[in-house]
């Protein structure tokens, strides 16, 4: 399914984000991650899959385990995707906080 | 350097909410949105028409330097109560752009500052993400279109 690459599918889910935090720091199995989770096993996998599908994680084998860490330039893709908006918006109430306040004092 | 606009766009949900604080006065910054010259000071767009009551419409246009409309769009505006709330619709014509829902909420924190809650509504995740993208896609266009202006100029 399509939609399941899309990155902010991805990053919508609360496990998700959570796991993308735990990870954050450093490399984990499938395991480890699930181990801080309620969330039964399966499920965590398949959150693990949706998350490397999009390439928010990246698989690392090593020896018979297999770890799983953050792809630092997939989510600085999502930060810099929202970002040229919230610029946007930014540069425009900036200008009107400024016309704003020449109006005051001109009145 | 704290941003003093924020975007959430989070939740995966087909919304997005943007949030400011002003320098301004309650009163200054509900103006801002309701007179035409000032609107189209800031938002950088002409303003056609703008109805500020229940059932009132809106019509915003950008011309390029050389005339041509690169931008319209319109909307009905649902609710409106001075210095609190607008409720509109907002659509771009001649896109694939579904209708937005939009609800402002304008909000006084001390005599002179404020805060202004947007909080837009798309028709699904998908054409929210879109949208998102668009800033990114219009920085380029403009910047081609003041290097075709420089061009021009050296013809």
């Given at each position: 399914?399509?939609?399941?690459?899309?990155?902010f599918q991805a990053i919508a889910d609360p496990t998700?984000?959570?796991?993308?935090?735990?990870?954050?720091?450093?490399?984990?199995?499938?395991?480890?991650?699930?181990?801080?989770?309620?969330?039964?096993?399966?499920t965590v996998s398949k959150h693990l899959q949706i998350l490397t599908e999009c390439e928010l994680l990246k698989q690392e084998q090593n020896g018979r385990?297999?770890?799983y860490h953050l792809n630092a330039e997939k989510m600085k893709e999502v930060a810099d995707f929202i970002e040229p908006f919230r610029k946007m918006w930014d540069d425009r109430f900036n200008k009107l906080e400024t016309i704003m306040k020449n109006y005051k004092s001109n009145t | 350097m704290e941003r003093k606009t924020k975007v959430n766009a989070e939740d995966g949900k087909q919304e997005i909410v943007i949030t400011r604080e002003f320098d301004l006065p309650l009163e200054l910054l509900f103006k801002a949105y309701i007179e035409p010259e000032i609107v189209e000071q800031w938002m950088g767009t002409k303003v056609?028409?703008?109805?500020?009551?229940k059932h009132g419409g809106?019509?915003?246009?950008?011309?390029?330097a050389q005339g041509n409309v690169v931008f319209r769009a319109n909307g009905v505006i649902h609710e409106f109560v001075p210095n609190q709330k607008i409720t509109r619709t907002f659509e771009m014509e001649n896109t694939p752009f579904p209708v937005q829902l939009e609800f402002f909420e304008f909000e006084k924190l001390t005599d002179d500052t404020s805060k202004l809650n947007m909080h837009i509504v798309f028709k699904?995740?998908?054409d929210r993400n879109q949208l998102l993208k668009?800033?990114?896609a219009q920085g380029i266009n403009m910047a081609h279109n003041r290097l075709q202006e420089v061009v021009n100029k050296l013809k």
């Open positions: 399914m399509n939609l399941r690459r899309d990155v998700r984000r959570a796991i993308l935090v735990l990870v954050a720091s450093q490399s984990m199995t499938a395991g480890a991650i699930a181990s801080n989770f309620d969330t039964a096993r399966p385990e297999i770890y | 056609l028409k703008l109805e500020n009551k809106w019509q915003f246009e950008t011309s390029d699904s995740v998908a668009m800033p990114f």
